[in-house]
């Protein structure tokens, strides 16, 4: 089968960052099934694990990038029990494991989430990590329900990007809360808007367009991008006895006494948790995942798919790379795998 790798951390512009292999198809035991893939989304993940899991010498083996999939199940395992050949799924999957850029790829069931007819395979492809994302991060981390209403206010700061594009729509969905993202740019703005967002605030003056448009504390702020760029904002923004939750890593040590008089809860959301040490709640992304199906069927939630590209290559991985690593793009970037054996 066709898959599209690395052996060597290397910047994009390196011939050899993404290299094109031809492997062995797989084939699934006990909880896994068997995905033929249809689409792809690429997430800053993708590029971190690239730029930094092997620095000094190759991987003996090859690393297969990807972490957001669609597609229909052609085996399955033989401890299988919530799916059969035909079924069409998505997911985020499992970082320890070989991932999405293949044309087929293993994964393990409790993972994966039913995908109706009625949505697009490009559709879904860009949902499944930013959404368990966002949802693990709103509902587990800082328990938002029903029964927070509009005295209470969430920031998020971020909102243009995957994850902030999806924790929009939930809170607005979900919950009651006045919401209030960042953003710069004319586009982001209007992306931000068109997602549900109260306000949106210029992220280069945080402070004071919160305090301009009224807003000195918030009781919830969801941080989507850069931590430690954040942490003195957040210290300032947030209330007392209110609840950070953060999904980037801290480069430098964290001033925790910032937040320490105020009794602020500070909660880390990692969406490979569950996969990663197996947790008991490891089958509640299936859940998740065939929740937001359904927020997507009856509309109440829409993709974030913003872009498609029509060839699964090298050459196409790579450019989609130099944007992601930009920083500046918008919703989810999909790779749609109907010109799979073609880059021309």
Same mark, same amino acid.
Not at 144 to 153: F, I, M, R, V
């Given at each position: 089968m066709k898959a599209?790798?690395?052996?060597?951390?290397?910047?994009?512009?390196?011939?050899?960052?993404?290299?094109?292999?031809?492997?062995?198809?797989?084939i699934p035991t006990a909880n896994d099934i068997l995905v033929k893939i249809e689409a792809i989304s690429v997430n800053p993940v993708d590029y971190k694990v690239r730029q930094n899991t092997n620095l000094l010498q190759p991987h003996d083996q090859p690393k297969i990038l990807g972490w957001d999939a669609a597609g229909t199940v052609v085996a399955v395992g033989d401890k299988v029990d919530h799916f059969k050949l035909g079924d069409r799924v998505f997911y985020a999957g499992d970082i320890t494991r070989q991932g999405s850029y293949a044309e087929f790829q293993l994964v393990d069931e409790n993972l994966v989430g039913h995908l109706p007819e009625s949505i697009p395979f490009l559709e879904a492809a860009a949902m499944p990590m930013t959404s368990l994302t966002a949802w693990e991060a709103l509902f587990e981390k800082m328990k938002?329900?029903?029964?927070?209403?509009?005295?209470?206010?969430i920031l998020i700061i971020g909102g243009a990007g995957g994850v902030g594009s999806v924790a929009i729509q939930l809170v607005k969905q979900m919950t009651g809360l006045h919401l209030i993202t960042t953003a710069s740019r004319l586009e982001s703005k209007k992306w931000c808007k068109n997602m549900g967002a109260d306000l949106v605030v210029d992220h280069r003056?945080? !402070?004071?367009?919160?305090?301009?448009?009224?807003?000195?504390?918030?009781?919830?702020?969801?941080?989507? !991008?850069?931590?430690?760029?954040y942490w003195e904002i957040m210290s300032?923004?947030?209330?007392?006895?209110?609840?950070?939750?953060?999904?980037?890593?801290?480069?430098?040590a964290l001033d925790l006494n910032m937040i320490r008089m105020k009794s602020v809860t500070l909660s880390w959301e990692y969406v490979f948790t569950k996969a990663i040490y197996i947790t008991e709640g490891q089958s509640v992304q299936r859940?998740?995942?065939?929740?937001l199906a359904g927020l997507m069927e009856s509309k109440k939630i829409k993709s974030t798919?913003?872009? !498609?590209?029509?060839?699964?290559?090298?050459?196409?991985?790579?450019?989609?790379?130099?944007?992601?690593?930009?920083?500046?793009?918008?919703?989810?970037?999909?790779?749609?795998?109907?010109?799979?054996?073609?880059c021309t």
């Open positions: 599209i790798g690395f052996k060597k951390s290397l910047p994009i512009s390196e011939a050899d960052s993404l290299i094109e292999l031809d492997l062995v198809q797989p938002l329900d029903q029964e927070d209403t509009c005295s209470k206010s003056n945080l !402070v004071g367009e919160m305090q301009q448009a009224g807003h000195e504390h918030v009781d919830f702020i969801l941080n989507c !991008v850069n931590t430690d760029d300032k923004l947030i209330r007392p006895e209110g609840h950070i939750c953060c999904i980037a890593e801290s480069k430098w859940n998740i995942l065939n929740q798919l913003n872009c !498609v590209y029509k060839k699964f290559c090298v050459e196409t991985l790579k450019e989609v790379h130099r944007k992601i690593e930009s920083g500046s793009s918008i919703g989810k970037t999909v790779i749609d795998f109907i010109n799979i054996n073609s």
